[in-house]
């Protein structure tokens, strides 16, 4: 099962894409409900723009928008939609008097908006695609158009939907400000559905939808009612769901399995590779997507590489490090790690250098791989693995948030803070759950590695 992650197919906490499968059951069973999407954050926040949390007539709730702090309160103003069929832009944080009230005590503001999709039933085909006379009684001409408003209602997320489930890339445009409020389009490299409304609104928030959708990053935007690039008029905000990351692990070791599972937990889609048949096996990585038994320079040569893929080499044998690390290090892969004592390190530099890597590709390998966090286990090895690779691509300073001081959730490049006192120190309660997860209850995978090797 796929679970909510931080980077890419599972980005943020709770997006749409981790609803998506009650979101799908209940659009196939008829069910009305309400999406709540985080849209905008200020100051410090548990969840970023984007995470979502659901609520069906039935009162079942999937997803959460702050992890706890709000949850009550904007499960009430769902229902509410649910019951109106408005939809709703709602904020919570402290510089609201009703701040403490809902419980959001971290110190941030979070701006939603709340999207009903009303119960969905059966309609005749002259109910829906045959305009009424236009001698009818207005209140007739009402009921029609309310009738083929609730037909194509959710018609965007109902695309989307569909998208996810194949990986396709796509956006979901949703207005949240001035009349459209709650109106929404999909929109693909080549092709849309749906509308706000309003047509100069929709050519500029479908142009930059495409523009965030390629660098796969999803924003506010604001314009003016007739699609004008204004910052104090109608918010748009654009979710981008882009196919996972990818997650290259060369070595088919114990560290590897445990690798591969908090992998798939950060939301990528992991491949194992490694050249011995009698290791590099879905048996022994069930975890997995893909088991490559193959050179490891042999496969990289031929696998998808991004700017948002990530390069494990565990492999602790120069006839297949240096080659892999000659390529990873010339491709544009995010992060690019290998396991390995100092002297090991030093070594392989060497080596490195003596195949003509540059100096300035050698800067961006990270060995020996992983923060310091004293880790002995596999497992232990694999979170402070994982804990570089998300600071990497956030540029948090890697130390106890009570010795630093500033936003504990930084913006993506802004640089972190370390110089000041932390208000909290909540944040690291996380890695005794994550060496749970990763723990394979079936016994650790055969194999051998050790960084310190």
Not at 321 to 337: E, F, K, N, Q, T
Request: a neutral charge; charged letters at 25%.
């Amino acid at each position: 099962m796929q679970v909510g992650g931080l980077f890419g197919r599972r980005e943020g906490v709770a997006p749409v894409r981790d609803i998506a499968d009650a979101l799908r059951r209940w659009r196939a069973a008829g069910a009305a409900f309400a999406v709540a999407t985080v849209v905008e954050v200020r100051g410090s926040a548990p969840r970023q723009p984007g995470a979502a949390m659901a609520v069906a007539a039935s009162g079942e709730v999937v997803g959460s928008v702050s992890g706890g702090c709000v949850e009550g309160a904007v499960y009430e103003a769902a229902v509410e939609a649910i019951r109106t069929g408005v939809p709703a832009l709602e904020s919570y944080g402290i510089s609201d008097d009703d701040a403490f009230a809902v419980g959001l005590t971290c110190g941030g503001i979070i701006d939603l908006v709340i999207v009903p999709y009303p119960a969905r039933r059966p309609f005749a085909a002259a109910e829906v695609n045959v305009d009424p006379p236009a001698q009818m009684d207005p209140r007739v001409h009402a009921e029609a158009d309310e009738q083929r408003r609730q037909r194509r209602a959710g018609d965007a997320l109902d695309a989307v939907l569909a998208a996810l489930a194949t990986d396709d890339t796509v956006a979901l445009v949703t207005v949240v400000g001035g009349g459209g409020l709650g109106s929404q389009v999909a929109v693909w490299p080549d092709r849309t559905m749906g509308s706000s409304g309003v047509a100069g609104l929709d050519v500029a928030a479908v142009d930059d939808a495409r523009g965030l959708l390629a660098a796969g990053r999803s924003g506010l935007r604001r314009y003016g009612p007739r699609g004008q690039r204004r910052p104090d008029a109608i918010g748009v905000f654009v979710q981008s769901f882009a196919p996972p990351p990818r997650m290259l692990v060369f070595g088919a070791i114990d560290y590897a399995a445990a690798m591969v599972r908090l992998g798939r937990f950060l939301g990528y889609r992991v491949t194992v590779c490694d050249a011995r048949p009698v290791f590099a096996t879905a048996r022994r990585f069930p975890d997995a997507d893909e088991v490559v038994c193959e050179r490891p320079v042999a496969f990289l040569a031929r696998a998808a590489v991004d700017a948002r893929t990530v390069i494990c080499v565990l492999t602790h044998d120069p006839k297949f490090d240096i080659p892999v690390l000659c390529a990873a290090l010339r491709s544009p892969a995010h992060y690019v790690g290998a396991m390995g004592s100092r002297r090991t390190h030093v070594d392989r530099l060497r080596r490195l250098r003596a195949s003509g890597v540059a100096e300035d590709a050698l800067a961006r390998l990270h060995s020996p791989i992983g923060l310091d966090l004293g880790s002995r286990t596999p497992e232990e090895t694999a979170i402070s693995i994982a804990a570089e690779i998300i600071q990497s691509r956030w540029g948090g300073s890697g130390r106890p948030l009570r010795a630093t001081d500033g936003r504990i959730h930084a913006d993506h490049g802004e640089p972190p803070n370390p110089s000041e006192s932390s208000e909290s120190s909540e944040r690291v309660e996380w890695v005794e759950p994550l060496a749970d997860l990763v723990a394979d209850p079936r016994g650790r995978a055969e194999g051998a590695g050790r960084q310190d090797g």
